[in-house]
């Protein structure tokens, strides 16, 4: 089972763009609690805290606000431009009991055989979505590549799941692959090398029929 975190939070009283972009200059991500039918929160959370323990693998919370705690799962975090830092964060009211579907981060182990061949490893996915009760989620999937030879790639169906725990993505997803690399032939480097600019002379005078008899 996940750890839970505890969190502390802030209600927002107001709405918008321009006041989730203040409470980002104090530090802070905007995010809204919603679930088990109830009214949804605009709250705020201490950025280094939050950002600290999503790196961590943590995406279950126990979260304060006022006097009030509730225990929620990340649902879905919205990132600026860059795809790098959290700008916005959807919780959701969980009960210890029930089943929820969510995304977790793929780790992968081992070195691939087929790296000791000349292949290289690409991975395709790093979460996967999976379904489980709140208190048999993992904080992250391990996926083995040390039987990957050069040619292999490992689906989302290969995934060994821990007990209690469902594939909720596409089982085709191709998760992580090993390929060679592949020279160039020559007529691609020939295709990709620019040609020569082609040299425009004045074209020179003819002599005329008199000239040529001198």
Known sequence: MEETVALKAEKRPEAGSKHAEAVRRQGRIPAIIYGHKQKPVPVSLDAHDFVQSLHHGHRLFDVRLGRKKEKVIVKDLQYDYLGKNVIHADLMRVDVTETVTVTVPIELKGTAAGTHE??????????????????????????????????????????ELPEGVELASDPTTVVVTCRTVSAKTTEQIEEETPAAPEVITEAKEQPSEEEQEK
């Open 118 to 159: 000349g292949g290289i490893i690409e991975e395709y996915a790093d979460h996967i979505e999976i379904r489980c009760r709140v208190t048999d989620m993992p904080e992250s999937i391990i996926v083995s590549v040390k039987d990957l030879g050069i040619g292999d790639s490992i689906r989302a169906a290969d995934i």
